[in-house]
């Protein structure tokens, strides 16, 4: 759908040729940022057809991840395209120029993985380029930018359960009056969470069923976990794949169970 030409109700007066036009620009209107409401696509083998500028992604048949290689945009008008994932439980990965129309070019040159409902990637829609290419314009919520500091002082009895929305954050035991227990979500490749050991009475972060946490010579047991006493002690844990969590900083003196 395009908007009408300009001198067109110059040229068409009737009420007949601008109630097309108004209605071939209420069309353009809605496929804009803003222009209606959010809506969600399923990826297909790795492909999702946009039909507005506002987009969730969910996986295939609600797998636990995917990869979505292309956004084909050629059935709409709108030139910025925002995407976010449907579900947190459903990871997305969106892969950097994987060929063909509506591939997604981004600044750094590598995927972005979307962990989060809160992490949001604008795009600019290309159609000059030759395949047509969705260029990142900007990116919100992940981790580069300023990151959220949670106090918590959750003991073993009622650990405090993080989930994938939560990815980024930076968790500190201040003021607690007895262990801080954490739970980490399931293993997802690019979540992200730092611990801070601010209070003595010490920290315990535990791995999932089924996943591990380790660094240069040490793992954990499935389930297993990492504590510490040492005040101001930060561990900063990556999930490299959907079973592994690697300690990328550690300070002070972590153990991990065997």
């Not at 507005?52 to 295939?60: F, G, L, P, Y």
């Not at 035991?173 to 601010?198: D, I, M, S, W």
């Not at 660094?215 to 389930?223: D, F, I, L, Q, S």
């Amino acid at each position: 759908m395009a908007l009408p030409a300009a001198g067109y109700f110059t040229t068409n007066p009737t009420t007949s040729a601008g109630t097309t036009a108004l209605n071939d620009w209420l069309a353009v209107t809605r496929e804009i940022l803003g222009g209606s409401d959010e809506s969600e696509l399923t990826i297909a083998s790795g492909s999702v057809t946009a039909t507005r500028a506002q987009h969730t992604i969910d996986t295939e048949s609600d797998a636990a991840s995917d990869d979505l290689a292309n956004v084909l945009v050629s059935g709409i008008s709108a030139q910025m395209v925002l995407l976010r994932m449907e579900n947190s439980a459903r990871i997305v990965t969106l892969k950097h120029e994987a060929g063909g129309a509506g591939q997604m070019s981004f600044s750094h040159g590598q995927d972005v993985v979307l962990a989060g409902t809160q992490q949001w990637v604008l795009f600019w829609v290309d159609t000059g380029a030759s395949p047509v290419t969705l260029r990142e314009v900007g990116r919100f919520g992940f981790i580069d930018g300023p990151q959220v500091v949670e106090v918590n002082t959750a003991i073993s009895g009622a650990p405090n359960v993080l989930t994938a929305d939560e990815a980024g954050k930076i968790l500190t035991n201040e003021g607690a009056t007895a262990a801080n227990y954490h739970t980490l979500p399931t293993a997802r490749k690019g979540l992200r969470y730092t611990f801070v050991c601010q209070d003595t009475d010490g920290m315990r972060v535990v791995a999932a069923t089924g996943d591990t946490i380790g660094k240069v010579g040490t793992v954990t047991p499935t389930a297993g976990y990492v504590e510490t006493t040492t005040q101001r002690a930060v561990i900063e844990l990556l999930a490299i794949n959907d079973t592994e969590w690697i300690a990328v900083r550690e300070t002070g003196t972590w153990t991990y169970s065997t």
